[in-house]
């Protein structure tokens, strides 16, 4: 069976098993099947051998959080984001139903009719918006069971009221998503006011640029993932830099390139920045700016700064690799302490946590346990599936940028006085 991978692509694994440290799947299992090593051993099965795509194939598969850790540890370079993706898509949209009385069907194999009723909504951001306004009614009123807000990994109290985002010129966009949208507009407030804090002018997309399709695409749904990459390359036109402040969109759109196939969408790909990267390149400015706001105040010194663990999402450090720029960005406002697991991911994976809840939750403990031993009260990450995942075991968690909004706006607090 073509499972849509590139034959030199499946060949690049040497079977080393370098990579097995790195496997969240791995780590916690100790299953070879649930390895990296394991998972290209059964693409190779089902595309060159023949194997049928039975069940403990398809288990193999669907239990991968596509956190791309292998990627970045194998020497050999396999891109097993090129072997993952088509695969998963594959499962998700193009494999017959077996003959009557085999293993399996083909419903079984594509994603749950919920999350995928789900992930469609996610186009409509107007239904986003207004159902997430219901369930905060909900929660306020005690009508959403606590197991629902477990199981589907929602913050506890969604907000009823979210901060309203205002344009401020046109040297950059921000693109503000779907979920983060509705859940954490104020994160994207206080990200404009750091971008804005550098002397730049920030546009933002309207509806139809909210959902870049990256949950559709983990899921396995592509072609749902190309029609919103279209519509998202559409909402944000011209040559301005594209920020992104949530690591999964932000990998996602740089991938159009490759998802769409065209020159447009790799022209369109090249503008998009996370959005600590494009920080990272004006710290003079941000460091004059925070001096501007408090004239003659003494710069707080590392002991005095709030203590941060940084927590790398997966599609920061392993797909976009640009990671280290959190630490630029947060250093000057923060005391930032590393975690002890080279990055290991901590189970959210889109949604992974929803459909795989058992290993997320075996993923995300020594992710938590790592934390404890960090000695750090706050975690700064900058991805909002991470950060959703990590506060529901109890860590609190916050965006990079908040953490120098807030510094900014403290040390704006005694000029104003
Ligand atoms: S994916 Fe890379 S590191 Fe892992 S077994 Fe294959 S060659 Fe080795
Ligand atoms: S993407 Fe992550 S979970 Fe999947 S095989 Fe690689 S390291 Fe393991």
Redesign the pocket.
């Known amino acids: 069976m073509d499972l849509g991978i590139a034959d030199d692509d499946l060949a690049s694994c040497v079977a080393c098993g370098l990579?097995l440290p790195?496997?969240?799947?791995?780590r916690v299992t100790g299953e070879e099947a649930?390895?990296?090593r394991g998972?290209v051993a059964g693409m190779r099965q089902v595309q060159w051998e023949g194997r049928a795509a039975d069940d403990s194939f398809v288990h193999s598969m669907e239990?991968?959080?596509?956190?791309?850790?292998?990627?970045t540890?194998c020497p050999s370079g396999v891109p097993?984001?090129r072997l993952?993706e088509p695969t998963r898509a594959t499962l998700a949209e193009g494999l017959p139903a077996p003959a009557p009385g085999g293993r399996g069907s083909g419903a079984r194999r594509r994603p749950p009719l919920a999350l995928r009723a789900g992930l469609r909504a996610l186009g409509h951001h107007r239904l986003v918006l207004a159902g997430s306004t219901a369930l905060a009614l909900g929660q306020r009123v005690r009508l959403v069971p606590f197991a629902l807000v477990r199981r589907f990994g929602l913050p506890t109290r969604l907000p009823l009221r979210r901060p309203r985002l205002r344009a401020s010129g046109s040297d950059v966009w921000l693109f503000t998503g779907c979920v983060m949208d509705a859940w954490m507009r104020d994160v994207h407030a206080d990200v404009l006011r750091v971008v804005e804090a550098t002397g730049a002018g920030v546009a933002l997309p309207g509806r139809d640029g909210a959902c870049c399709g990256a949950l559709a695409l983990h899921a396995g749904l592509a072609s749902e993932a190309r029609a919103r990459a279209q519509r998202t390359m559409a909402a944000l036109p011209g040559d301005a830099p594209i920020l992104v402040d949530a690591a999964g969109c932000g990998a996602a759109l740089r991938d159009y390139g490759h998802l769409l196939g065209t020159e447009e969408a790799r022209a369109f790909s090249a503008r998009v920045l996370e959005v600590h990267e494009w920080l990272a390149d004006h710290m003079d400015v941000l460091r004059a700016a925070a001096a501007r706001a408090a004239p003659g105040e003494r710069a707080p010194t590392r002991t005095e700064r709030t203590v941060v663990a940084v927590q790398d999402p997966?599609h920061l450090r392993?797909v976009q690799r640009s990671h280290l720029a959190v630490r630029t960005v947060l250093s000057p406002f923060a005391a930032v302490v590393e975690l002890d697991d080279e990055g290991l991911?901590c189970g959210a994976?889109g949604a992974y946590a929803a459909v795989q809840p058992d290993l997320a939750g075996a993923i995300r403990s020594r992710k938590v346990a790592a934390i404890e031993r960090s000695g750090a009260p706050v975690v700064a990450s900058a991805n909002p599936g991470c950060a959703l995942h990590l506060a529901a075991a109890g860590v609190t968690v916050v965006h990079p940028c908040t953490i120098v909004a807030r510094a900014l706006d403290s040390a704006d607090a005694p000029a104003r006085r």
């Open positions: 990579c790195h496997c969240p799947t791995y649930l390895s990296p998972r239990t991968c959080v596509q956190c791309r850790g292998c990627e540890a097993f984001g993952i997966c392993h991911c994976g």
